[in-house]
């Protein structure tokens, strides 16, 4: 399975080429997206319209499933932090997002709650980042 976006949309191809029904909106823009083994996608939407905050996604495999949604806070600071990349890990039992003021958000998704808020020392951008 791959998964592009632009403008917004994350759209999902089978091994075929076959495009399947895409997932987010035309009003956020899309800077990172990860397909897990099940089909699962997780993607972060920036701020704008009806969020003050960049926010991650979780859109299950099975097209019937509710998507997830994982806010960085209800704080000042953090809503106009941006997310800036996002990864789960095998199990998709957590779900994280680094940002632009250097803190790597984990989320239990279980749960659907903020399990660790990890900060750089010197508030760099998290650019990237990998569950191993």
């Known amino acids: 399975m791959l998964a592009t976006a632009g403008g917004g949309v994350v759209r999902r191809w089978n091994a075929n080429a076959v495009s399947l029904s895409p997932v987010g909106d035309s009003k956020h823009g899309v800077r990172c997206v990860r397909v897990t083994g099940d089909g699962s996608i997780v993607y972060c939407q920036e701020a704008g319209g009806d969020y003050a905050s960049s926010t991650l996604l979780l859109c299950p495999g099975d097209e019937h499933e509710e998507e997830m ?4 806070g209800s704080s000042s600071s953090a809503e106009d932090d941006q997310l800036t990349c996002c ?3 095998k199990s998709c039992r957590l779900v994280c997002a680094g940002s632009q003021r250097g803190v790597a958000y984990v989320w239990d998704v ?5 399990a660790r808020r990890l900060e750089h020392d010197d508030q760099s951008p998290v650019r990237c980042l990998r569950f191993f």
């Open 69 to 72: 949604r994982f806010a960085t």
């Open 87 to 89: 990864d789960v890990d």
């Open 110 to 114: 279980k749960r659907r709650r903020l």
